[in-house]
T-cell receptor, first 112, second 114 residues
Framework: ETGVTQTPRHLVMGMTNKKSLKCEQH?????MYWYKQSAKKPLELMFV???????ENNSVPSRFSPECPNSSHLFLHLHTLQPEDSALYLC???????????FGPGTRLTVT | GQQVMQIPQYQHVQEGEDFTTYCNSS?????IQWYKQRPGGHPVFLIQ?????EVKKQKRLTFQFGEAKKNSSLHITATQTTDVGTYFC??????????????FGSGTKLNVKP
């Protein structure tokens, strides 16, 4: 499946680094999502964008900063992360915030 | 706050046995979706239920939406090793504004022994 792509697939970063995760969807959707998946909390919704407007911020720490320049691209900027932020970060898209969500393959993030 | 509870957390079955996972919401849902995530993979959409009391089937999988639209179940008949994975429900709520909210259950991890 190539409808939703994410890069990089794996990322190791130190606590003082700054990095960005990228998500791109080729499905013509206008809602995009960031999720965090870890062993402790299987699927945590972080951010939702509808038509490039952020409509959900689930009490996410400010060290995570989303950006949605257009309805096809979504970024997650990371800075001064903590080891407990290590997880699989999944991007998803859907049509108009309804209907099924299509997930990307995820970025496996390790914070050292 | 709004949440969707899913049980059991884990289920180990012998191949050929049946399997069921249940989701319960504290409030009425607009619809409910089911996803499957294979080990090492990402969640993949299975089905969406919208109507009260709705029942849908996909081969050996049967999905139900409760009459009150607060609970749902996924039943797999005669499991196969290809059914291994984590099954998530996601309930959708339409609050007063225009944007829908999805609440994922914690997932049921199914292991099938050959």
């Amino acid at each position: 499946e190539t409808g939703v792509t994410q890069t990089p697939r794996h990322l190791v970063m130190g606590m003082t680094n700054k990095k960005s995760l990228k998500c791109e969807q080729h499905l013509g959707h206008n809602a995009m999502y960031w999720y965090k998946q870890s062993a402790k909390k299987p699927l945590e919704l972080m951010f939702v964008y509808n038509f490039k407007e952020q409509t959900e911020n689930n009490s996410v720490p400010s060290r995570f900063s989303p950006e949605c320049p257009n309805s096809s691209h979504l970024f997650l900027h990371l800075h001064t992360l903590q080891p407990e932020d290590s997880a699989l970060y999944l991007c998803a898209s859907s049509q108009e915030n309804i209907g099924e969500q299509y997930f990307g393959p995820g970025t496996r993030l390790t914070v050292t | 706050g709004q949440q969707v509870m899913q049980i059991p957390q884990y289920q180990h079955v012998q191949e050929g046995e049946d399997f069921t996972t249940y989701c319960n919401s504290s409030t009425t849902l607009s619809n409910i979706q089911w996803y499957k995530q294979r080990p090492g993979g990402h969640p993949v959409f299975l089905i969406q239920l919208v109507k009260s009391g709705e029942v849908k089937k996909q081969k050996r999988l049967t999905f139900q939406f409760g009459e009150a639209k607060k609970n749902s179940s996924l039943h797999i008949t005669a499991t196969q090793t290809t059914d291994v994975g984590t099954y998530f429900c996601a309930g959708m709520v339409r609050p007063g504004d225009n944007f829908n909210k999805f609440y994922f259950g914690s997932g049921t991890k199914l292991n099938v022994k050959p």
